[in-house]
């Protein structure tokens, strides 16, 4: 399960989407998370899907590494569809057993919201697979440079935002390590009620804690090694500039919310 876990991973490529600047990117996923809260019909799903999957195809990601990055939450997703389904009230009656029933309203409830959760983890993974870490950090802190006038630190944000995302995958393969080596010593993980699978995560929950915090103060050394003094005077290697590819994407997520925008207050 553990391996399932991708966000945060950087997928190697030169597709159209790898090559947008990362600060239009940033924008348009939170654009297009803006969009899937507007939809209101089936109609305005269709459009939205078909958006991301124009997107999918275009950064070249394997679709089964997108989907392998989706069984983490596969509990959550089934969770949320039942608890809407069974919940919600409205409509006609489709379904009843005892104090449970299913109506047509919680089911197109469930089923929207579910496809709603899917479109915003496959949005926000797509920014993360086609972006370096680095790339990511220069980009929120550009996108954050505006607010620093009211003392908002935007490269420290941008950095513990990246580091942050650097280290989700380094520290569930140290998590692995650490089941598989418990696990050779005998513990068990998988058999037992709640209270005694939660007493057997101690034994990896104390080792990686501290593997944490070396990790942390290794980092830190490293930086000041290398006489990090914060973005004051820092220079990039790379320019971030925005190309035709970023003006035809602005034009595709501006036509996308046009028309959800139409379908939410003219034909819902």
């Known amino acids: ?67 392998r990055g989706m069984k983490p939450i596969f509990i959550i997703l089934i969770l949320t569809f039942l608890l809407n389904l069974f919940l919600t009230r409205g409509g006609d009656n489709l379904f009843s057993i005892g104090f449970l029933s299913i109506t047509t309203q919680g089911l197109r409830s469930a089923v929207f919201l579910a496809t709603r959760l899917i479109l915003l983890i496959t949005a926000s993974s797509i920014l993360t697979y086609t972006t370096k ?39 569930m393969e140290e998590t692995d390590r650490i089941m598989k080596a418990q696990m050779a010593r005998g513990a068990d993980f998988e058999t037992g009620n709640l209270i005694t699978r939660a007493r057997g995560l101690v034994p990896i929950l104390i080792p990686l804690f501290i593997g944490s915090l070396r990790r942390a103060d290794e980092l830190a050394m490293a930086m000041e090694a290398r006489c990090y003094q914060g973005g004051e005077g820092r220079t990039r290697l790379h320019s ?13 997520i501006a036509a996308l919310l046009a028309v959800l925008i139409v379908q939410r207050f003219w034909f819902a």
Do not use: C, W
């Open 1 to 67: 399960m553990l391996k399932d876990i991708t966000l945060g991973q950087y997928y190697p490529g030169d597709s159209v989407i790898h090559r947008m600047d990362p600060r239009f990117k940033i924008i348009a996923t939170l654009l297009y998370i803006v969009a899937l809260f507007i939809m209101v019909n089936f109609t305005s799903y269709i459009f939205t899907v078909t958006f991301l999957v124009v997107v999918v195809a275009l950064s070249k990601v394997p679709l089964k590494f997108i989907l």
């Open 133 to 171: 870490p680095i790339m990511l950090t220069d980009g929120i802190e550009s996108l954050l440079k505006p607010f620093k006038v009211i003392g908002v630190p935007a490269h420290e944000l941008a950095m513990m935002m990246s580091i942050a995302l650097r280290f989700i995958p380094t520290l």
């Open 240 to 252: 971030l500039k925005y190309s035709y590819l970023d003006l035809i994407g602005a034009i595709a």
